[in-house]
């Protein structure tokens, strides 16, 4: 009722468009490292965000707190914040949806004593203790539980619940010459039940495993090569070089490099990519963006040729299309902007055994450190956690961390082969200063030529 009557008073002073979005975030997080209880945090943070769009401008206006007063005068502000000279006379196209949606989720965190959720922590970090070698092992597990409601002048009424959950294993690799590092853990839009269905013991055993096992890998050699992306870095490729210059936002203020592409080749014909924010139980999945658009699949990429753009409100009508429903924002306290959800490449035809097996020489990497963007240039750079050397079909010895480079098209317009199977990986993406959703990327197994740097 109060979100109502704020997107009133809003139209009541004039607003053209407004809505009105309550939150609440829950997080809970607990980490063992080295067999002690290093950290354990709980937070709860709620609030209003209110926006009235006059004359082609948002105004926003926020408050930490539910109560009537508050938010009406925060509605107060917003439209104060959006007056002034006309910008543009552009309408745009909100939802109008009532829906009222619980989580999808089999075991919900809520129902789960702490106890058993440090329990996770302990025995991943328990697990990892299987050698000498291991110098530090980190086992932790995290929980976030976001209630939403909004309410828009379109008629929009929704209400929903978002649950992730996620484990982790760490394990550091020491022989007093040099030190390697692995990790893995699962993360989902699911409920509890995602830590019921690993084992954590194997899982931190495995983790310790690879370390030690990275403690005898060589450098990796240089130059420009046949490279067998694993899912994580071909997601990165997806996020990093092509999903930050799709967004709507680097488009209309033509800050990206796919600035009039659409209808143009940008990769080899096998090729396709996607954000796809309704994938069931990953981590970037939504029901809704923060804007009340329901989540939908936006094909980025069509077999080679580039498709279309991902779209808040306010992008998708400056270039008269339909919102694609991007608009997130990282709280109620921040604002809205175009992000992505869950953004991979579609799979191929090759069994990924058969893949290698029919690569002659090159890198087949294992695990992601870091990539970075680049909207206007093009280019693709990412550090890779390791690799193996592929000669003549076969998997051999372990390399050492290295880099990827390349421009972007160039990369994707040379794969020829890609696995059968989608596997997504769960993060965090920033955009402007500290504003953080969560997304996941990944894709197939990707062959293709890169630029390797060799070498820590």
């Given at each position: 009722d109060t979100l109502a009557k704020a997107v009133s008073r809003m139209q009541d002073l004039g607003a053209e468009f407004a809505d009105a979005k309550s939150q609440t975030v829950r997080t809970a997080g607990v980490s063992s490292i080295n067999g002690g209880l290093r950290q354990l945090v709980r937070k709860s943070v709620g609030g209003v965000c209110v926006r009235a769009w006059i004359g082609g401008r948002w105004g926003y206006g926020n408050v930490s707190s539910f109560d009537s007063k508050a938010v009406m005068q925060a509605a107060e502000e917003a439209v104060k914040n959006a007056a002034g000279d006309r910008k543009s006379n552009l309408k745009l196209e909100p939802s109008s949806v009532v829906k009222h949606m619980k989580a999808q989720v089999k075991i919900h965190p809520d129902t789960i004593d702490l106890d058993d959720k440090i329990e996770v922590a302990r025995t991943l970090d328990r697990a990892q203790t299987i050698d000498e070698r291991i110098v530090n092992s980190i086992g932790s597990y995290s929980e976030e539980i976001k209630d939403n409601c909004l309410v828009n002048s379109a008629g929009s009424d929704l209400s929903w619940q978002e649950v992730r959950t996620l484990a982790r294993a760490m394990s550091i690799a020491s022989d007093g010459t040099s030190m390697e590092r692995y990790y893995?853990?699962?993360?989902?839009?699911?409920?509890?039940?995602?830590?019921?269905?690993?084992?954590l013991e194997a899982l931190g055993r495995?983790?310790?495993?690879?370390?030690?096992?990275?403690?005898?890998?060589?450098?990796?050699?240089?130059?420009?090569?046949?490279?067998?992306?694993?899912?994580?870095?071909?997601?990165?490729?997806?996020?990093?070089?092509?999903?930050?210059?799709?967004?709507?936002?680097?488009?209309?203020?033509?800050?990206?490099?796919?600035?009039?592409?659409?209808?143009?080749?940008?990769?080899?014909?096998i090729v396709s990519m996607y954000d796809n924010g309704t994938v069931p139980g990953a981590h970037g999945s939504i029901p809704f963006d923060d804007e009340g658009t329901p989540s939908s699949c936006t094909k980025i990429i069509d077999h080679g040729v580039y498709t279309g753009y991902m779209h808040t409100l306010e992008t998708a009508s400056q270039l008269g299309v339909a919102p694609t429903g991007?608009?997130?924002?990282?709280?109620?306290?921040?604002?809205?902007?175009?992000?992505?959800?869950?953004?991979?490449?579609?799979?191929?035809?090759?069994?990924?055994?058969?893949?290698?097996?029919?690569?002659?020489?090159?890198?087949?990497?294992?695990?992601?450190?870091?990539?970075?963007?680049?909207?206007?240039?093009?280019?693709?750079?990412?550090?890779?956690?390791?690799?193996?050397?592929?000669?003549?079909?076969?998997?051999?010895?372990?390399?050492?961390?290295?880099?990827?480079?390349?421009?972007?098209?160039?990369?994707?317009?040379?794969?020829?082969?890609?696995?059968?199977?989608?596997?997504?990986?769960?993060?965090?993406?920033?955009?402007?200063?500290?504003?953080?959703?969560?997304?996941?990327?990944?894709?197939?197994?990707?062959?293709?030529?890169?630029?390797?740097?060799?070498g820590q």
């Open positions: 893995d853990g699962p993360d989902s839009t699911k409920g509890f039940e995602v830590i019921k269905e690993t084992d495995r983790t310790a495993e690879e370390a030690i096992k990275s403690l005898s890998a060589v450098r990796c050699p240089s130059g420009n090569l046949t490279v067998v992306s694993d899912p994580m870095i071909t997601g990165l490729l997806a996020h990093e070089a092509m999903g930050h210059a799709s967004e709507g936002d680097e488009i209309t203020k033509k800050r990206s490099f796919l600035t009039g592409m659409c209808g143009k080749r940008v990769a080899s014909d991007n608009g997130r924002a990282e709280n109620f306290g921040k604002r809205h902007w175009v992000r992505m959800t869950n953004t991979y490449f579609g799979p191929g035809e090759w069994d990924k055994d058969e893949l290698i097996a029919e690569t002659k020489d090159g890198i087949l990497t294992d695990k992601m450190v870091s990539g970075m963007e680049d909207p206007v240039g093009g280019c693709f750079e990412a550090k890779a956690l390791r690799g193996y050397l592929v000669k003549n079909g076969e998997v051999q010895g372990l390399v050492k961390s290295f880099t990827l480079t390349g421009k972007s098209v160039d990369i994707l317009c040379t794969v020829d082969a890609l696995s059968d199977q989608v596997i997504l990986d769960g993060g965090m993406c920033g955009k402007g200063i500290e504003d953080w959703v969560r997304v996941s990327s990944g894709g197939p197994y990707m062959r293709a030529r890169m630029i390797v740097g060799g």
